[in-house]
């Protein structure tokens, strides 16, 4: 892990946390390694709740929505209490976190009838958690669902398809214009990935990386029985430039 810098910006990615299912340990092994890290910046790959109460999947409505949004308020600040509080340099976003969203936040609507906390979306709720220390994003299949920074670019992600990290980052890489050697990270498959290069065709590599953090939920839950999720893991990337 290198050293803190003046010269260095540094920031933490996750996602996919699943509120209020993150496992205890899981959150806490993600916050150590945060707070080591003393980043500038978190991001968060969205799915930051799991909104259990509307889904259709059974044995998943354990908590209701209120319930829901006391847990995330409390990893919002467990989050906030992680970044170095450092005035950023010119030209990055004077935020300390960046959020996201995920399809479990773009599904929910202010008039479904399992709501209790009527027109309090999740996000609404992070951003007056949060206020002007968070940056939202919407979940967006385009450049406005995009967080660039330099040569890191990130996203929650679409598809799920067995290449579909490196496919995506090609195609966010071409719908922002990254530079070359930009690195793409989204969490949506679940399934962690260390930074690797892109390929264009089996034999010609592609200019670009990709990552996956998995997820800091459950990694069996109940309700994904019938799911394939032998693969599904944590991760946090940690990125400087």
């Not at 993150?22 to 910046?41: H, M």
């Not at 950023?88 to 935020?95: E, H, K, L, Y």
């Not at 290069?197 to 939920?217: E, M």
Request: with cysteine; net charge neutral; hydrophobic share 30%.
């Amino acid at each position: 892990m290198p050293s803190p810098s003046t010269d260095l910006f540094r920031t933490a990615v996750l996602g996919c946390i699943h509120a209020p299912h993150t496992p205890r340990a899981t959150w806490e092994d993600a916050l150590r390694t945060v707070s080591e890290f003393r980043p500038d910046l978190v991001v968060v790959t969205g799915d930051w709740a799991d909104a259990s109460w509307a889904t259709g999947h059974p044995n998943r409505d354990t908590y209701t929505d209120r319930e829901e949004l006391e847990i995330l308020s409390e990893q919002c600040d467990d989050l906030l209490g992680c970044t170095s509080g450092r005035r950023p340099p010119r030209g990055v976003p004077r935020r300390r976190i960046v959020y996201c969203e995920g399809n479990h936040e773009y599904r929910l609507d202010a008039t479904n009838p399992a709501r209790t906390v009527p027109g309090r979306l999740v996000t609404d709720h992070i951003r007056e958690r949060l206020g002007d220390r968070c940056h939202i994003l919407p979940y967006s299949n385009d450049r406005d669902g995009i967080f660039r920074l330099g040569q890191l670019m990130v996203w929650h992600g679409y598809s799920t398809g067995v290449n579909s990290d490196s496919h995506e980052t090609l195609l966010k890489a071409t719908q922002s214009w990254a530079p070359t050697g930009t690195l793409g990270v989204r969490s949506h498959t679940h399934i962690p990935a260390p930074p690797t290069q892109c390929r264009a065709t089996a034999r010609v590599p592609a200019p670009y990386w990709y990552a996956n953090v998995g997820t800091l939920g459950p990694l069996r839950p109940p309700y994904a029985r019938t799911s394939n999720t032998a693969w599904w893991g944590s991760a946090v990337l940690l990125h400087v430039q």
